[in-house]
Nanobody
Framework: VQLQASGGGSVQAGASLRLSCASS????????MGWFRQAPGKEREFVSV????????LYADSVKGRFTLSRDTDRNTVYLQMNSLKPEDTAVYYC????????????????????WGQGTLVTVSS
């Protein structure tokens, strides 16, 4: 199983980027697909996760209203549309997949995820 994240880059504050995470079939069979990020010198943190069965998508408070996660099961790809980027969004972004359903309180916990992509770097300058 492989997850391949792409779409990162260097942008100015206020710009948009769309990250993609292509998989070898994991996307269509995983109950949860998520994004996490790790800023320089910090621990990896939750960004967003969806749930295939009920369409419930969670977002970190810091990105709510600016980021949108979507999933294309036909293309085995999950996306993270990032708008109004801020310098504090600078991080390596990782996609992750979880095959089995998690209770709501566990979906933000990165330890619950089975598969991880290699990460793509997003740099936002002011």
């Amino acid at each position: 199983v492989q997850l391949q994240a792409s779409g990162g880059g260097s942008v100015q504050a206020g710009a948009s980027l769309r990250l993609s995470c292509a998989s070898s079939g994991v996307t269509s069979s995983s109950i949860h697909m998520g994004w996490f990020r790790q800023a320089p010198g910090k621990e990896r943190e939750f960004v967003s996760v969806d749930t295939l069965s009920d369409g419930n998508t969670l977002y970190a408070d810091s990105v709510k209203g600016r980021f949108t996660l979507s999933r294309d099961t036909d293309r085995n790809t999950v996306y993270l549309q990032m708008n109004s980027l801020k310098p504090e969004d600078t991080a390596v972004y990782y996609c992750a997949a979880r095959r089995r359903r998690l209770v709501l309180s566990a979906r933000r916990d990165q330890r619950q995820y089975d598969y991880w992509g290699q990460g793509t770097l997003v740099t936002v300058s002011s």
